[in-house]
C-alpha cells in the first residue's frame, strides 16, 4: 500500500518570504505521479503542480516550484513570494499509473502573515 | 482543466433517511472518484465510479451504504444509505484526465446527520 506523510501539520509564512513543505512516500511502484494540492476555506481543492516520476526535472508553476527526490521518496513543495491568499491547507498526493486512485497526505496547514 | 458541479452543497439529514449526491464534468473524462473528507482532516477515496459498471469500493465502504451509479462519462451519484450522525462529512467528486494525468475536484457536499 501506498502512504503519503507530511510531518508539518502547520506552518507559517510572513508575506513576500518563501516556505517550503515536506512531503515524503512509500511504495514499490515505479510509474506514478505526485501532486499538490491546495484547499483554501472555501474548501473547494485546486491542483497547484504535478510532477511525473519518470521526469528528473522538477516541475515548476509561477511562484511554485517542487524538490523531487526519487530515491530518497521526498517531493517537497517551495512557494516563494508568498501572498495572502496563499493561505490554505496543502495535500501532498500519490497516484499510481496501474490504478489511477490518489492517496492523501494528512495535509499541512499553510497560514502567511502580512 | 474540467469544471466539476456537486448537488446540494450541504445539507441536514435526519437519522436512518438517505441522501443522493449528483456530480457533473463539464467535458468527457476517463475516470470518475468519490471521496469524504472529515472536517480538518485530509481525504479518504470511497470508490471508483465506473461506467456502465459497478463501482470499485475501498476497504471499509460497501455497496449497500454508498451506492454509486456513472450512467454516462460525465455525470455520477453516491447515495450514502441509512445515515448516521458517523456520516457527517464532506463528500468530494473528482474526475482524472488521463491524456494530461490531472485530477480535479467539485466543490463538496457538506452532510449533516442529525
Known amino acids: 500500500a501506498q502512504t503519503v506523510t507530511q510531518s508539518q501539520p502547520e506552518m507559517s509564512v510572513q508575506e513576500a518570504e518563501t516556505v517550503t513543505l515536506s512531503c515524503t512516500y512509500d511504495t514499490s511502484e515505479n510509474n506514478y505521479y505526485l501532486f499538490w494540492y491546495k484547499q483554501p476555506p472555501s474548501r473547494q481543492m485546486i491542483l497547484v503542480i504535478r510532477q511525473e516520476a519518470y521526469k528528473q526535472q522538477n516541475a515548476t508553476e509561477n511562484r511554485f516550484s517542487v524538490n523531487f527526490q526519487k530515491a530518497a521518496k521526498s517531493f517537497s513543495l517551495k512557494i516563494s513570494d508568498s501572498q495572502l491568499g496563499d493561505t490554505a491547507m496543502y495535500f501532498c498526493a500519490f497516484m499510481k499509473r496501474s490504478t489511477n486512485d490518489m492517496r492523501f497526505g494528512a495535509g499541512t496547514r499553510l497560514t502567511v502573515k502580512p | ?114
Not at chain 2, 1 to 25: F, M
Not at chain 2, 94 to 109: H, K
Request: aromatic share 10%; with cysteine.
Open chain 2, 1 to 114: 482543466s474540467a469544471v466539476i458541479s456537486q448537488k446540494p452543497s450541504r445539507d441536514i439529514c435526519q437519522r436512518g433517511t438517505s441522501l443522493t449526491i449528483q456530480c457533473q464534468v463539464d467535458s468527457q473524462v476517463t475516470m470518475m472518484f468519490w471521496y469524504r473528507q472529515q472536517p480538518g482532516q485530509s481525504l479518504t477515496l470511497i470508490a471508483t465510479a465506473n461506467q456502465g459498471s459497478e463501482a470499485t469500493y475501498e476497504s471499509g465502504f460497501v455497496i449497500d451504504k454508498f451506492p454509486i451509479s456513472r450512467p454516462n462519462l460525465t455525470f455520477s451519484t453516491l447515495t450514502v444509505s441509512n445515515m448516521s450522525p458517523e456520516d457527517s462529512s464532506i463528500y468530494l467528486c473528482s474526475a482524472l484526465r488521463l491524456d494530461s494525468y490531472e485530477q480535479y475536484f467539485g466543490p463538496g457536499t457538506r452532510l449533516t446527520v442529525t
